[in-house]
T-cell receptor, first 113, second 111 residues
Framework: DAGVTQSPTHLIKTRGQQVTLRCSPK?????VSWYQQALGQGPQFIFQ???????QRGNFPDRFSGHQFPNYSSELNVNALLLGDSALYLC????????????FGDGTRLSIL | AQRVTQPEKLLSVFKGAPVELKCNYS??????LFWYVQYSRQRLQLLLR??SRESIKGFTADLNKGETSFHLKKPFAQEEDSAMYYC?????????????FGKGTKLSVKP
């Protein structure tokens, strides 16, 4: 089991562009959460997807949007990129209800020039 | 507001010394707390959770609701314990809840 996989590993964009990050959950998991980790900070919750719907959202603007597919994989889209969006974006998956722990991927390092 | 505080950015100890990584939380409800660890060049992984009341790699953590703390302890640190440690609080606002992380403490165990 490869666990949670994310692509791409690294990405460089310029201000104003749009980006799509991808995540495949761990086998058997049906819930995907996205986090943003700025340098020197802990991960910060963006949103969570379950049954192809956004179930919970953190304090992030509408420029951040997502999608979950029938196979439980997920995408994170960010529009109108800002320099401050430079960060490591982590995907975490879980299943079986609220008490199950989240498993994290390696992340996508996004750099905005 | 829900919050997790890890007051130390860096903690440096010698091999064999006791280690305590501090974590305090603020949560209006019954908290569920975790410790995650990130070793060099590896992904973030769950170390332990308070409801399991288990010891992993010699680490333990006890939830103290009176002091709103969940400190991580190990009696004898090893060099392989050097890593970044994050305390996290589960926030139940949706179907599965999400995690609120502290800023992390870097543990350095010297030989």
């Amino acid at each position: 089991d490869a666990g949670v996989t994310q692509s791409p590993t690294h990405l460089i964009k310029t201000r104003g562009q749009q980006v799509t990050l991808r995540c495949s959950p761990k086998s058997g998991h049906d819930t995907v959460s996205w986090y943003q980790q700025a340098l020197g900070q802990g991960p910060q919750f963006i949103f969570q997807y379950y049954e192809e719907e956004e179930r919970q959202r953190g304090n992030f603007p509408d420029r951040f949007s997502g999608h979950q597919f029938p196979n439980y994989s997920s995408e994170l889209n960010v529009n109108a990129l800002l320099l401050g969006d430079s960060a490591l974006y982590l995907c975490a998956s879980s299943s079986g209800g609220a008490l199950q722990p989240q498993h994290f991927g390696d992340g996508t390092r996004l750099s905005i020039l | 507001a829900q919050r997790v505080t890890q007051p130390e950015k860096l903690l440096s100890v010698f091999k064999g010394a006791p280690v305590e990584l501090k974590c305090n939380y603020s949560y209006s409800g019954s908290p569920e707390l975790f410790w995650y660890v990130q070793y060099s060049r590896q992904r973030l992984q769950l170390l332990l959770r308070h409801i399991s009341r288990e010891s992993i790699k010699g680490f333990t953590a006890d939830l103290n609701k009176g002091e709103t703390s969940f400190h991580l302890k190990k009696p004898f640190a090893q060099e392989e314990d050097s890593a970044m440690y994050y305390c996290a609080l589960k926030n139940y606002g949706g179907s599965q809840g999400n995690l609120i992380f502290g800023k992390g403490t870097k543990l350095s165990v010297k030989p």
